[in-house]
Structures are given as structure tokens and as C-alpha cells.
């Protein structure tokens, strides 16, 4: 069997400190490894009152063994059990010397002699046992610790993917399809995995996730039952609620005081700026089993919440509050590939900052990853990145995992005369009107910028230029995508110039205004940027948000409000076809594609089936230049989730030829499309 992720750090903590914390959401594997430890005696506090959970504990410690081993305290979860068993703890023991005040205290001697530890909890003394306390919240903040005392903490990481795969595939899962929508259904967690897995061994099929959701939902609230008295199913419906909306104030959730006072209290429960929200990924699964249940009023909640936060938009004044409430518009809207892009079922982890002098090792690597996952050449991308450090070293945004490490970058540069010579070369002909100082509106952020202080008054600034987005993972990346768009809410307005096929399928998905391409093959990948823009006013943003489906009109929709067959004519097909073709793996994935508008694909299984079709045909069409083409999208959108930079290497082509063919597949699917005029292909 495989070692399970976070066994070492856990191990150093036991052997240097004579009490440890681990802890981690539900799920998140804890029990599983404390299972290969040397256990020397257990108590398992699941379901027991406080008082009763306090009592076993002290059995526990008055029969330790000598020796070394671990005394394991499990399933510290149950009201008030945290507070009472951090008491017994903390209490003073018949075998304790005279100034000994607890289980650590015991080992006060120990202080003058060098082992306190130099965080300044007490280190573990030899051949005595330590205490493992795995609980599903830390426990350092309690009050009944004294400084001395607190335990050391080991907070637990959602694994791998491909320890979870790994996981799912040992139960005996053999279905690839299964596989993936287990993978991704689990975000990180064992318990979700492992769930999803046995339904669908129990016969559930692949293309029914809200059905697989739905089993995990319901052991997931067995066991949440155990942090709170029972209460029927009025809370259970809440929390489907709360998981519909994303994050809720008492009045949005309309469940009343104790309701609201009573989920604050589960630990998938997390309080933010906006109200209460789950934790992923039990948020999605508790929004999939909810809208599979009862999907006309999920598709109510979520309107009348969108309505809701459209509403706020309107009546706050402070910048940074709107930004929050855009994020939660964008969160409603009913565009997948937002959903997809913006809020993976994976809990943020990172901590986003502006970089800092020290920071330009990690600012170059991972920079070199986004020119490698773009298909960009290095050393073009290399000198671009030059001219932002030397114009603005401060646009450099890095976020950092809980371990320090660097994770995923944004180049935000803020527009102005001191920026423009690093930005014009990605702008080039459409330079002169997008740099062009901005007329100030009422509620723009000003001259100030990002930071929300209003200048002197003298008009609005030009807002910001995203130059380039990386993250090293879904989770990472979404976290930083979302911060960009904070960014551009505090600042008035965004630019952004982008050669990447997929982020100009996410543009067109936000509706950012799109300018055309620049001349220039920049980055030498043989496709030009493209430049988009974007107004984050006050006065903009509801109507913005509304576009986007939030409203009541289109959240409900399957075609877009005033779409027809002859708007969808253009440069932009390509890009439209890519967008279906990235909604294919998610069941609703289609919902909402603006390819729906035409007579012959008027529903999401007819757009389904045709591309399907069409990129199978074009995988088998005796051109090689075609075939390759098709083969690539076969690949990266029916095959399993792999980058473009993995496909690139198994084809053995080059990046450039690579996305050649890429775009070459989007614009013959987009002159195939029925009842469309085909786009001009001078793209090769």
C-alpha cells in the first residue's frame, strides 16, 4: 500500500513533541494516517458528549504505557469536546512533579535543562509516549492552553491527483470515465473518492455526477451530525442552499438566526466578507446533489441570489466591496466554463501579495513556465518580461502555497506614461485609443488606482494591463484569475493582450470587449495576440454581471438573450467552437453556448453530437495536415485532462506547429457549423 501524503511531517512532529494536533477538513484522510503509527492505546471520541469524551481521556493518560508509541485521541468533532479534552490536557496528574500543571507540564523539569522547544511548546521526553489529537479544526486557538502547552499543529493537504486516482483505481474502479469524474468530484480529499468510487462499483453511471454527488452528500452529512445536536433536515437543506449560493448573509439564506448560527458552526463551514460559505469540495457536491435532486429550484435559488448581489452592487460605494460582490456574480452566472475556470472544486490555499525585491528568482521560473505552456518562445518571452521589470517591477503579483513556495503569478502593470513603452509593443495599432487617459465617472476608483484612495480629482486613470496569468495548478490558477479581476474592480478597467487560445475563450466567456489582433507574431508561437478591454465602474458592473446570465432573464436560459444565426459570423467562431468543445466534459458544460442559437444545434445533445462527430471525422481525414489537427482535438478535448505542452510532446511536435494545428481544428469545425457563414482561414 502507499505511504499516504503528509506521514513524515507527522512523524517528526510525534518524535520531538510530546503533544501534536492533526487536523483536517472531513475527509481529508486523517484517520487513514494515523493508521500507520505506533499506536499503543486508543480512544475513538465519536458521538460521546463532552463531559464522557473528557472522562475517556483521562483513562487514557492514567493507563499510558512507558515507552515510546503514540496515544491516539481520535474524532475530536463533538460540541464542546475540543474545550473539555484541551482541559484534561492541561490539568495536573497524581504522577506529576509538584510543579507540574498537565500532561506537558509534567515535563516542566525539563525547561531548565533545554528542551522546551523554540516555538515554546514542550518537547517530548524520552520514553514517554505522545499524545496524537486528530480533531477536524486545530486546536492551538482554544483558551485552555496555556502558552507552553499549545500542541504542535499538523495541518493536513488535500492530496495529489494522482494519489487519489491511484486510490480510486485500487477499489477496483476501471472505468476511465468514472476515474476522472471521481478524481475530480474529490478535490484533493480520500472520503470523497473513495465514496464516489464504491457508487459507481454500486452501478451508478459516469454521466450522472449529480447521482454520484448525491451518495457522497449523503454520508458526508452523516458524519457532519456528529458537531451538532440532531436537528432534522432543516439545516441539511440550509447547507444545500448555502453550497447553491456560494456565500451567504442571514437575509440571502432567509433560514432565520439559529440556522444561520448552527451551519457557522459545522467546519465545512467557513465565515467570509460576504456571509458564511462551504468549503470545497463539498460545496460543489452539496450544488450538484442539489440541483440533480431538485433542479428547478436550484436554478431558483440561484437566480434569486443573483438578483440579490445585483442589487448590493448598486448600493455600495466602497470599491472593495464591490469587488468581492462581482466575484460573487461572476460565481452565479450561469456560463460553465466561468464555473470551470474561476471556482474549481478545490479550496483556495494560497496567499497572493505583490512581489517583493528578493522575489525575481522565483518570478523568472515561473514565468518560463507560462512561455512553455503557451507555446511561446522563451527568449521572446524573456525579453517582454524584461521591459515589465524594468517599467513597473511592482505589477508582479506571486502567490505562495501554506509552505512558502511560489504557486502562480500575474503581471498587473498600471497604466500610465511611465508603463506605456513596456506595454505598446502588445498593444501596437491599438495603442492609441486603449492608452488614452480615461474621462473619470462617478464611482471609479480614480487616479489612485487599485489601492481604492481617490486622486486629486482630476480624472480617472487608465486602469490596468494584464501582460501575462500562470498557476501551477487548478487551484492556484482560478485563485489567481479571481484576483485579477478584484484587481481590475478596485482600478476602473482592464487591458489584456493574449496569444493563448484558452484565455481568449475566457475572455469572449466574460464578455470582455475584444479589439482584434495586434501585427505582430510577438512571442514567435505563430498565433498574434489579441487584444480585449474591459470597464469595471461603478456604474458598469450590474449591467456587466448581467450579460454575463447572473440575471434573472438569462440564468435559466439555454441560449443566450437576443443571440441569433447571424451573429455568430466572424474571427470569433473559432474561439466559439473551442468553447463548446471545452464544455463537453462537464454535463452542463453546454448550457448557455451561444453555438445553441443555430436551428440545427438547438440543444445542448444535438451541439454535443456534432462536435463529437466533426472531431472524429477531422481525426480521420486523409490531409495529414487535418488529421493532425483533428488528432489534437481528440486529445485535449475527449481524451483525459492533459496540457497542452503534454499533447505537444506525445504528437512529437514543435510548440508553434502545435498550435497551428490547434487553431487550424477550430476554424474548419467553425466553417462547418450549420447555417453559418464561414470565417476567413488565413490562419495557419
Not at 523568472?364 to 515589465?388: I, K, Q, Y
Amino acid at each position: 500500500m502507499k505511504i499516504p501524503p503528509g506521514l513524515g511531517a507527522l512523524s517528526a512532529a510525534l518524535a520531538s513533541h510530546s503533544v501534536v494536533n492533526l487536523c483536517g477538513p472531513l475527509g481529508s484522510g486523517k484517520s487513514t494516517l494515523a493508521r500507520w503509527l505506533p499506536v499503543v492505546a486508543r480512544v475513538d471520541l465519536c458521538g460521546l458528549p463532552a463531559s464522557v469524551a473528557a472522562e475517556r481521556v483521562r483513562g487514557l493518560l492514567a493507563r499510558a504505557p512507558e515507552g515510546d508509541g503514540v496515544l491516539l485521541v481520535d474524532s475530536l468533532d463533538g460540541p464542546g469536546q475540543a474545550e473539555a479534552v484541551t482541559a484534561v490536557l492541561a490539568e495536573p496528574r497524581p504522577s506529576d512533579a509538584p510543579e507540574a500543571s498537565g500532561l506537558l507540564g509534567a515535563m516542566g523539569a525539563m525547561g531548565a535543562t533545554g528542551a522546551m522547544g523554540s516555538s515554546g511548546r514542550r518537547s517530548r521526553a524520552p520514553g514517554a509516549p505522545s499524545v496524537l489529537v486528530v480533531s477536524r479544526r486545530s486546536l492551538r486557538g482554544l483558551s485552555g492552553w496555556a502558552d507552553r502547552h499549545s500542541p504542535s499543529v499538523v495541518p493536513l493537504k488535500p492530496w495529489p491527483a494522482e494519489d487519489i486516482e491511484d486510490l480510486v483505481r485500487a477499489a477496483g474502479l476501471e472505468d476511465e470515465e468514472a476515474v476522472a469524474l471521481a478524481v475530480r468530484l474529490a478535490g484533493g480529499y480520500p472520503l470523497p473518492a473513495a465514496l464516489a468510487a464504491r457508487e459507481f462499483l454500486a452501478g451508478t453511471p459516469a454521466d450522472a455526477p449529480g447521482a454520484v454527488a448525491d451518495a457522497v452528500t449523503e454520508e458526508v452529512l452523516g458524519r457532519l451530525d456528529r458537531e451538532r445536536p440532531r436537528s432534522g433536515g432543516r439545516d441539511r437543506h440550509a447547507l444545500r442552499l448555502l453550497a447553491t449560493v456560494g456565500a451567504g448573509d442571514e437575509r440571502l439564506l432567509t433560514a432565520g438566526p439559529e440556522v444561520f448560527s448552527a451551519l457557522a458552526a459545522l467546519s465545512l463551514v467557513r465565515r467570509g466578507p460576504l456571509g458564511l460559505a462551504v468549503r470545497e469540495p463539498y460545496r460543489s457536491l452539496f450544488e450538484l446533489a442539489y440541483a440533480w435532486r431538485r433542479p428547478q429550484a436550484h436554478h431558483d435559488v440561484r437566480t434569486r441570489a443573483a438578483g440579490y448581489r445585483q442589487t448590493s452592487l448598486t448600493e455600495r460605494r466602497d470599491p472593495r466591496e464591490r469587488a468581492r460582490i462581482v466575484e460573487q456574480g461572476l460565481f452565479l452566472s450561469g456560463e460553465p466554463a466561468l464555473r470551470r475556470s474561476l471556482f474549481p472544486p478545490v479550496e483556495d490555499d494560497a496567499l497572493i501579495v505583490p512581489a517583493r525585491s528578493g522575489d525575481a528568482d522565483d518570478i523568472g521560473r515561473l514565468m518560463r513556465r507560462w512561455a512553455v505552456r503557451n507555446g511561446f518562445d522563451p527568449r521572446r518571452s524573456e525579453r517582454v518580461t524584461e521591459g515589465w521589470l524594468a517599467s513597473a517591477p511592482a505589477a508582479f503579483h506571486l502567490a505562495r502555497d501554506r509552505d512558502g513556495a511560489p504557486v502562480a503569478l500575474a503581471v498587473l502593470v498600471p497604466v500610465g506614461p511611465d508603463t506605456a513603452d513596456g506595454i505598446e509593443p502588445l498593444l501596437q495599432q491599438h495603442a492609441p485609443d486603449l492608452l488614452a487617459p480615461r474621462p473619470a465617472t462617478d464611482g471609479d476608483a480614480g487616479p489612485g488606482g487599485p489601492d481604492g484612495e481617490s486622486g486629486d480629482g482630476g480624472g480617472a486613470g487608465a486602469g490596468l494591463f494584464l501582460g501575462a496569468a500562470y498557476g501551477a495548478d487548478t487551484g492556484a490558477h482560478a485563485q489567481m484569475l479571481r484576483h485579477i479581476l478584484v484587481q481590475a474592480t478596485l482600478a476602473g478597467h482592464l487591458l489584456v493582450s493574449t496569444a493563448s487560445p484558452d484565455y481568449q475563450s475566457l475572455l469572449h466567456a466574460l464578455s470582455f470587449r475584444r479589439h482584434g489582433g495586434i501585427r505582430d507574431d510577438v512571442y514567435r508561437c505563430g498565433r498574434r495576440p489579441e487584444v480585449y478591454s474591459q470597464e469595471f465602474t461603478a456604474t458598469g458592473l450590474a449591467g456587466w454581471i448581467r450579460r454575463l446570465g447572473a440575471g434573472p432573464a438569462a440564468a435559466g436560459t439555454l441560449v443566450p438573450t437576443g443571440a441569433s444565426p447571424a451573429a455568430l459570423t466572424g474571427p470569433d467562431l473559432p474561439a466559439l467552437v473551442g468553447r463548446a468543445l471545452a464544455g463537453l466534459r462537464d454535463p452542463g458544460g453546454l448550457a448557455g453556448n451561444p453555438l445553441l442559437a443555430l436551428p440545427e444545434l438547438s440543444s445542448p445533445p444535438r451541439l454535443r453530437a456534432w462536435l463529437t462527430d466533426r472531431v472524429a471525422a477531422l481525426a480521420a481525414c486523409p490531409a495529414s495536415t487535418d488529421r493532425e489537427a483533428g488528432t489534437i482535438l481528440v486529445a485535449y478535448y475527449l481524451g483525459r485532462s492533459r496540457t497542452h505542452q503534454q499533447i505537444a510532446r506525445a504528437l512529437h511536435l514543435s510548440r508553434a506547429t502545435y498550435f497551428r494545428r490547434l487553431r487550424r481544428g477550430l476554424t474548419l469545425l467553425a466553417t462547418q457549423l450549420p447555417s453559418s457563414q464561414p470565417p476567413p482561414i488565413g490562419h495557419r
